[in-house]
């Protein structure tokens, strides 16, 4: 009997730990640690912060800073990568959840439990079966648009809790119409905590650690204590709230936190609310992974490392799913904090395991601190952190280079603040999509001629070249199919239709990558018009696995012409004088 040799190779692939845990060296563990104590430093109040805004008990956003970083670093690709909440995803869960059940009840919660489990299945499918170029699918203004759109709705929701006032909605003029109602109510003392705690926080992110450098300090322990800006405004408007008796006089509280490890139990599997879920998760899923994967390959191209996007799907798909099953809600990859990271030395995904070690900690010795601190202050941490993904200069850059992606961006912003984030992320999608629909069905067609002297051929509008009075080439810059199919048709019929004695037609084909059912049809269609108009028909320059299709089919034996291998070939061929019989 003999044994097949095992596979290592292979199985580090769908197990990246075993690739880098090998080479795994002290000096490693050292970089991995220090950026892990830098981002579980940044994480705490972010983590707290992100369920207020997902409107989820506190607790619970320490809950999904666990597990799912350390599922992704046994899963995941990306050495520099940090898992966990982020604002857009939170949203989107805030806005899911609450098409289930009123906020703050259980059944609210059990939504976004259940949301992660179903977000991270989907995630999972998507990578077994290698789905991860539909992300393609979205483009990036659309997805800039959105993110901005976005942004502006999280700080809004959130100036609530800065002026102490009650308030909601899931749409800007919702959000604006309950703050114009409530501004009366104004708590002065959470109005001076939460625009204290925004002022700091965005002098400690700007002007903070240039401070501390200028003064001598090095650049490691700068950067610490610069990403400590709002542990501190935690730990001060705590301590404030708490020895001033702050939370007697209208001041909204946390309150208690639960102490202790993540529960472990199996979400909700209720047909119904699956049913009502699944569309979400799969935007959510969507649009965190775009997110991930777009600064993970970033962060990767800095060290000259690359990312596989289908176990990207995998490391993802894993922490959604144990963040279901830990009372977490969905998490992806964060901007703010993967750079944080990148720039703290992480070597491997470790420094991820290392900072679920250090929320863990926090989660049983932390919790007990943090019952008397305000919420604004929370708030503030939110709109500091959400303003820098704002970015309206997409407007104009996109209106300068492409009319079409403007009103693609434009639509994407205007539908995600005035109806909401899912029919915003929805229509990002469809427009995403319709965009490359609307493209490639008009695609650049040009007729072209000879650059004298060479052998190359150009746009007979743009360059002066040679042409013949009975021969029309066109090239196609596009593959063509379904949707664009009788746009070529129309262009040569309107062509040919004129004075000149045309006699011969050529599609040069150098940029078409794939003819399918429909085109071929329309291609039969134009061989056969243009014959009985005594006109033939002729190809050039046709890619070998388009050929390769061609002569499967019944086209090539009804061409009234021939296929040329080269365009200067065609037109050497066609343009010399014919014998007169």
Known sequence: MSFRPFDTKALSRHLPILGWARVYTPDTLTSDLVAALIVTIMLIPQSLAYALLAGLPPEMGLYASILPLIAYAIFGTSRALAVGPVAVVSLMTAAAAGNIAAQGSMGYIAAAIALAFISGLILLAMGVFRLGFLANFLSHPVIAGFITASGILIAASQLKHVLGIPGGGHTLPELLDSLARGIGQTNPITLVIGVTAIGFLFWVRKGLKPLLLARGMRPRLADILAKAGPVAAVAVSTFSV??????????????????????????????????????????????????SVSVAQTLAAKRRQRITPDQELVGLGASNIVAGLSGGYPVTGGFARSVVNFDAGAETPAAGAFTALGILLAALLLTPLLHFLPKAVLAATIIVAVLSLVDLTILKRSWTYSRIDFAAVAATIALTLLAGVEIGVSAGVGLSILMHLYTTSRPHVAEVGLVPGTQHFRNILRHRVETHPTLLTIRIDESLYFANAAFLQDKIYDRVVCDQPISDVVLMCSAVNEIDMSALESLEAVNTRLHEMEIRLHLSEVKGPVMDRLKRSHFLDELTGEVFLSQYDAFRALTKPRAVA
């Open 242 to 291: 708490w020895a001033l008796g702050l939370h007697d006089r209208g001041v909204a509280i946390v309150g208690e936190v639960p102490q202790g490890l993540p529960p472990f139990a199996l979400p909700a599997f209720d047909p119904g609310l699956w049913g009502q879920l699944f569309v979400p998760a799969l935007l959510i899923s969507i649009i965190g992974f775009v997110e």
